[in-house]
């Protein structure tokens, strides 16, 4: 039987252990500390195609996250749910026509995987929907749906059909190195395998820098924090900064408000922890949009994650969230994604090593 070692236990990881396992691959899954507790457990809970996207021209990626957000929805009942977004358009905001392209296109591109089409509301109707959003310049707001998850969870969840499919998980195992010829190295062990997948997520280029494997692919790595403060309204808000036109969230999530995220390069030595000026920056734009203020004293909880981005040119709201996949012998490495699209990247990644 053909023994393939995936390297990583976050969504990616997991979704490409559980594709290979169903595909009839014995693996095994190495995984340094615990299953989802890094970048996958860190996210903005969205199962989404990524309006914003749409900007950058990203539309095969959209396309796709938009049939997987469906899958999710559709598969995974418990632990998903459809969750209506507001885009309220003001003065300082993208226009309203502009905005229209967007949705339009959004809808087009879920074709029959769409889970609702967008519509217009009047100031009156978004009053309804969020009493707290201010009134003063807001001239509508658009209605659209996307894809809500509790992260963890559903990425146990997976871990979860992986060990019924015999998929021996193994946390609490750093890789030290892989090589291009199948050999990973566990423990000062070394151990041959037929594949080795590294998923490692922001530590993926990292793995193959120690490994002494040479490559082209370029991370940047981009800190995300939220901050969880209480509960506002049971719809979702897709807020622009008023600087930057950057978007950030305020999204209901398990009774209480969900906002972020922010942008900050770092690298993997600095913590992962949401600093200072990014907590000041959620909780300005917050008490910008909304009637009742929120400080300090209202953060509930806070958490930040890396995002491992495909190299772009400096902007870092326009990096691509692609991902890309590299082969060297019998090494795949895995580069960038999307929660949402860890099934295709994981289908991808079983295509490359399945004749
Ligand atoms: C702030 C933020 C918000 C986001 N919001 C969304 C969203 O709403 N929707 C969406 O679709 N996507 C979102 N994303 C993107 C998504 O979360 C990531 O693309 C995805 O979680 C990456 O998963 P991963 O498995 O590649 O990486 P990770 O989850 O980081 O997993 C990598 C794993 O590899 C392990 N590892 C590393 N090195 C080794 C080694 N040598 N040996 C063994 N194990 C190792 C790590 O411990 C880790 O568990 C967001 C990301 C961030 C940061």
């Known amino acids: 039987m053909v023994q393939v070692a995936v390297v990583g236990g976050g969504i990616n990881g997991l979704c490409c252990a559980w594709q290979l396992a169903q595909a009839g ?3 095994a ?3 340094r500390n615990e299953l989802m507790q890094q970048t996958s457990s860190a996210s903005s809970k969205l199962l989404h195609g990524g ?6 021209f990203e539309f095969r990626l959209v396309h796709e996250a938009l049939n997987e ?7 995974v009942p418990k632990l ?4 209506p977004i507001l885009y309220p358009i003001y003065p300082h905001t993208r ?5 229209k392209i967007g949705m339009v296109m959004y809808d087009f591109l879920a074709g029959k995987k769409g889970i609702g089409r967008h519509r217009w509301l009047t100031p009156h109707q978004v009053k309804r929907c969020s009493p707290q959003l201010k009134q003063k310049g807001l001239q509508g707001a658009y209605l659209f749906s996307d894809g809500q998850m509790d992260d963890h969870q559903l990425g146990l969840w997976v871990a979860d ?5 015999g998929v021996n998980i193994k946390t609490g195992q750093a890789v030290q190195s892989v090589s291009k010829d199948g050999v990973l190295r566990v423990n000062d062990t070394t151990y041959q395998f037929d594949w080795v997948i590294n998923v490692a997520g922001p530590w993926s280029e990292a793995l193959l820098d120690q490994s002494n494997i040479k490559h082209d692919e370029r991370l940047d790595l981009v800190r995300g924090s939220h901050l969880v403060l209480p509960a506002i309204s049971k719809f979702g808000h897709l807020l622009e900064e008023q600087d930057s036109a950057r978007v950030v969230f305020v999204l209901p999530y398990h009774g209480k408000t969900l906002l972020g995220t922010t942008e900050v390069k770092q690298t993997l030595s600095d913590p992962i922890a949401v600093s200072p000026a990014e907590k000041a920056n959620l909780l ?4 910008q949009y909304f009637t009742k203020p929120v400080n300090e004293q209202d953060i509930l909880h806070q958490f930040a994650g890396i995002r491992p981005l495909l190299a772009g040119d400096g902007q870092l709201n326009k990096n691509s969230r692609e991902y890309k996949i590299r082969q060297d012998g019998q090494l795949i490495s895995v580069f960038g994604g999307k929660w949402t699209t860890s099934r295709a990247l994981a289908r991808a990644v079983c295509q490359k090593i399945t004749p």
Do not use: A, G
């Open 25 to 27: 691959y014995h693996v």
């Open 29 to 31: 899954l190495f995984e």
């Open 51 to 56: 309006i914003r996207y749409l900007e950058n």
């Open 69 to 75: 957000r469906k899958w999710w929805l559709d598969n």
């Open 80 to 83: 998903t749910r459809r969750l």
């Open 95 to 99: 226009p309203r026509w502009k905005m």
């Open 161 to 165: 059909q992986c060990t019924s499919l």
């Open 284 to 287: 300005n734009l917050y008490n």
